[in-house]
């Protein structure tokens, strides 16, 4: 751990104010295009590629990745819901985990602390949609579902 967080540190000190600059082009977009952002950082197009390959080897950069428009994908809803569970043997939290992680509604699955146990982040095409998906996870886990919100 100590080792670590060495590493992170001697990573942050090297990082200049062009490296911030090409961070936060790429933070907007990461398929940016060499050239913008040369032209941006007002460096060459060689600087740059050399700097981000840099920020990837040193692990400041871990990866790139999209966001998706679940509303153009046909999906307009995006809602949260809360689930209060009871009862639970770990074989039945198991099953009700990988039931919502194996849902293509589900876009996110949080464990949470409070009144609720859990947070699950749906898209669906309607609010009936929706409705018949919260409807279908009260009923396939009625034996641990004590409460439900929308």
């Known amino acids: 751990m100590m080792k670590k967080k060495k ?16 961070l936060e082009i790429l933070s907007r977009n990461s398929r940016e295009t060499l050239v913008n952002i040369a032209k941006e950082v007002r460096m060459s197009v060689d600087a740059v590629r050399m700097r981000i390959k840099s920020l990837v080897k040193s ?3 871990t990866g ?14 995006k809602a949260s819901i809360l689930v209060k569970l009871q009862n639970l043997s770990e074989e039945r939290l198991e099953e009700f985990i990988n039931y919502l992680k194996k849902t293509q509604k589900v876009i996110v699955l949080n464990s949470i602390a409070g009144e609720f146990d859990f947070e699950i982040v ?13 409807k279908s ?13 929308l």
């Open 122 to 134: 749906v898209i669906a095409k309607s609010t009936s949609d929706l409705d018949k998906f919260s």
């Open 64 to 77: 790139f990745t999209i966001i998706k428009s679940y509303k153009k994908l046909g999906y307009p809803l």
């Open 59 to 61: 692990e400041i950069i």
């Open 7 to 22: 590493i992170e540190q001697e990573n942050l000190s090297q990082i200049d104010e062009k490296d911030k600059k090409i």
């Open 137 to 149: 996870i009260r009923t396939k886990f009625s034996d641990i579902i004590v409460d439900l919100s």
